[in-house]
């Protein structure tokens, strides 16, 4: 049993981002994990939608259900993250004042990500792209 | 079949419906659909928006509520009215007028909704003001939200403010009162909700919350209007006993952004419509808004004043209340005994989070519903993704869900069966051609 859909994001289009995301949730949703676990996902799975909608050229996500555990990846080809761990740190942006303007630009997505995801893994090379590996565990069956 | 097909708030008269798919294609939780040219509802999905009511064309969904009860049943009966019926019957009747008009319909005693606005209102505002945890605190108010939340937006279930509707509130205190002063049995006293919408009707039934409603019924205020325009337009107008009246704050629970408006918030925003409710909602969920400490959903557009049940035009309706609002003042008196009375009582505050209704799951076991997910985006790759509805769901999506649930056959995509049909057709004739011509009469308008 294991499930995978694979969805494409274009970069810079604002007028639709967020909209992959709003997908996945739904099918999350269809599944039937914990309200929490949805939550957790939606978030992560956002934030890297945005990432990807504002830095990149454009990019993929992966999403892959199994027993126990939700896997997303990010992939896309763009610019890169010359230092992850710097662009890790709460408040770092490079974003423009354009996207400032709508209302991003905290510094506060990779975090976010972090913070919600089980795990989450970065690899980047830079003028080439960035990849985000993002696992939430799905607890109760963490035992199955 | 049609045993598992039904809404608990709305009726689909199948001799009405002419199969135009308007209510298929506008439900936001796709609970319709039209497999035998008729429109049914997929039972507990249906979250009362009441939108299929308005884009029916012929007439043929209609909520279901009771006759008009015959009031001499009971020892003593109540009517509270939603301000939003203050908005009918034009900008020169007053509220006082009205209420005047509906005691003469037949209800012993009519109760403005006031001092339970005001009180749950202020109680909202604290819970605001104390608030430390992350995200904004959600109006519980539209029952149609709630279900919203419930069936879409669980996580945010722990965001909704937990107070009880003023009506619930309102009824409470009455009947409590009334039974101590009249000398009545509790259940000697019917208390009636004269509501704009179907959903606040099925919350008495269904209350959203977990205790029972304090509500013995709804009244329609399309299916009352007719009585009391006859009992203003008699002349023995008895404004009797109507006190203070009806405060700004009361009125404005009728309208989108009243309640923000008479509450101190740092940073509250109004949302009405559910198309807008429901991005909103989603932006919640994904972690933005996180400066907004207060968010007013509400289904119907305009808001209560634009339920499906009301029968002035909306615009003149919503006109009446600004201007009535502007003249009474949009502000609490946190002072007046009747609002801090009730401000005390402890059924104010919900005790118990209201809970999920996922209605949208696939199946309760977890790995055959990622396998039936699994098998719907196969179906879906594969179909015409149009989404023309001719299957009578409104989404090829929501089609392959219905085909992976054992609702309907995958032909009955006529898009499919018509592809199926053509390479059946094309199978056949490549096996005719191999075949040997017999001699004969064999060959004859195939050639011509
Ligand atoms: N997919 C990506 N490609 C290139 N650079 C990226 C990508 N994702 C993140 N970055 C870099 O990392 C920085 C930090 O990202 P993060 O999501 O934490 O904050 P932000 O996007 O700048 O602001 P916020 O997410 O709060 O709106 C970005 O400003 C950008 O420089
Ligand atoms: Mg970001």
């Given at each position: 049993?294991?499930?995978?859909?694979?969805?494409?994001?274009?970069?810079?289009?604002?007028?639709?981002?967020g909209r992959v995301s709003t997908e996945i949730k739904a099918m999350l949703r269809g599944i039937g994990y914990p309200p929490d676990v949805i939550r957790r996902t939606a978030?992560?799975?956002?934030?890297?939608?945005?990432?990807?909608?504002?830095?990149?050229?454009?990019?993929?996500?992966?999403?892959?259900?199994?027993?126990?555990?939700?896997?997303?990846?990010?992939?896309?080809?763009?610019?890169?993250?010359?230092?992850?761990?710097?662009?890790?740190?709460?408040?770092?942006?490079?974003?423009?004042?354009?996207?400032?303007?709508?209302?991003?630009?905290?510094?506060?997505?990779?975090?976010?990500?972090?913070?919600?995801?089980?795990?989450?893994?970065?690899?980047?090379?830079?003028?080439r792209g960035t990849r985000l590996d993002i696992t939430v565990l799905t607890d109760e069956e963490a035992g199955r | 079949m049609t045993s598992r097909l039904q809404s608990r708030t709305l009726r689909i008269d199948p001799d009405r419906c002419s199969?135009?798919?308007?209510?298929?294609?506008?439900?936001?939780?796709?609970?319709?659909?039209?497999?035998?040219?008729?429109?049914?509802?997929?039972?507990?999905?249906?979250?009362?928006?009441?939108?299929?009511?308005?884009v029916c064309k012929s007439g043929a969904i209609t909520p279901r509520q009771g006759s008009m009860p015959d009031l001499k049943r009971f020892r003593h009966t109540v009517a509270i009215p939603s301000p939003a019926l203050y908005?009918?019957?034009?900008?020169?009747v007053t509220p006082a007028q009205i209420i005047a008009a509906l005691k003469r319909v037949g209800f012993d005693e009519v109760a403005d909704m006031t001092?339970?606005?005001?009180?749950?209102?202020?109680?909202?505002?604290?819970?605001v003001q104390e608030r430390r945890s992350e995200g904004p605190l959600i109006s519980p108010h539209c029952p149609t939200v709630v279900r919203l939340i419930q069936v879409r937006h669980p996580s945010l279930l722990p965001l909704l403010a937990p107070v009880e509707t003023p009506q619930e509130v309102m009824a409470q205190a009455i009947r409590t009162h009334r039974a101590k002063v009249l000398g009545l049995r509790r259940d000697q006293i019917a208390i009636f909700h004269i509501t704009p919408c179907p959903a606040k009707a099925s919350d008495l039934k269904y209350h959203t919350h977990h205790q029972a409603s304090q509500l013995d019924g709804a009244v329609a205020i399309s299916q009352i209007y007719g009585e009391v325009k006859r009992a203003l337009a008699s002349r023995e107008s008895d404004m009797g006993n109507?006190?203070?009246?009806?405060?700004?704050?009361?009125?404005?629970?009728?309208?989108?952004?009243?309640?923000?408006?008479?509450?101190?918030?740092?940073?509250?925003?109004?949302?009405?419509?559910?198309?807008s409710v429901i991005r909103t909602l989603e932006d919640i969920e994904n972690g933005k808004l996180h400066d907004v400490d207060y968010v007013e959903c509400r289904s119907c557009r305009e808001g209560c004043v634009d339920g499906c049940l009301t029968v002035e035009n909306l615009y003149e309706a919503r006109n009446k209340l600004v201007?009535?609002?502007?003249?009474?003042?949009?502000?609490?008196?946190?002072?007046?005994?009747?609002?801090?009375?009730?401000?005390?009582?402890?059924d104010l505050i919900l005790s118990k989070p209201v809970e999920p209704r996922p209605s949208q799951t696939l199946d309760s076991d977890r790995a055959r519903a990622i396998e039936k997910m699994q098998r719907m985006e196969d179906l879906c790759a594969r179909l015409p993704g149009i989404d023309c509805a001719a299957c009578g769901a409104p989404t090829c999506r929501a089609f392959a869900e219905d085909v992976v649930q054992g609702r309907v056959e995958e032909a009955s995509c006529p898009l499919m069966l018509q592809q199926r049909l053509r390479k059946t057709v094309a199978d056949l004739s490549a096996i005719l051609d191999q075949l040997p011509r017999p001699p004969g009469g064999g060959e004859g308008e195939g050639k011509s």
């Open positions: 049993m294991s499930f995978t859909r694979e969805f494409e994001i274009v970069g810079g289009d604002f007028a639709s981002a978030i992560a799975s956002y934030e890297a939608e945005m990432n990807t909608v504002m830095y990149a050229r454009r990019g993929s996500v992966r999403l892959g259900l199994e027993p126990g555990v939700i896997h997303l990846v990010f992939a896309d080809e763009g610019p890169g993250i010359p230092d992850i761990g710097l662009a890790m740190q709460e408040g770092f942006s490079t974003a423009t004042d354009e996207m400032r303007e709508r209302g991003f630009g905290a510094g506060m997505g990779l975090p976010n990500i972090q913070r919600n995801a089980d795990r989450l893994e970065i690899t980047s090379e830079v003028g | 199969g135009h798919m308007s209510c298929v294609r506008v439900c936001p939780v796709e609970a319709i659909r039209a497999w035998h040219g008729k429109a049914e509802m997929l039972s507990g999905r249906c979250i009362d928006c009441g939108l299929c009511i308005r908005a009918q019957f034009g900008r020169d001092p339970a606005c005001e009180a749950v209102l202020l109680s909202i505002q604290r819970m109507v006190q203070n009246g009806v405060s700004g704050p009361c009125l404005g629970w009728a309208l989108v952004g009243g309640q923000g408006g008479s509450i101190e918030t740092g940073n509250s925003i109004a949302v009405g419509g559910l198309e201007h009535l609002i502007r003249r009474r003042g949009s502000q609490i008196d946190p002072t007046s005994p009747s609002v801090r009375d009730l401000t005390e009582r402890s």
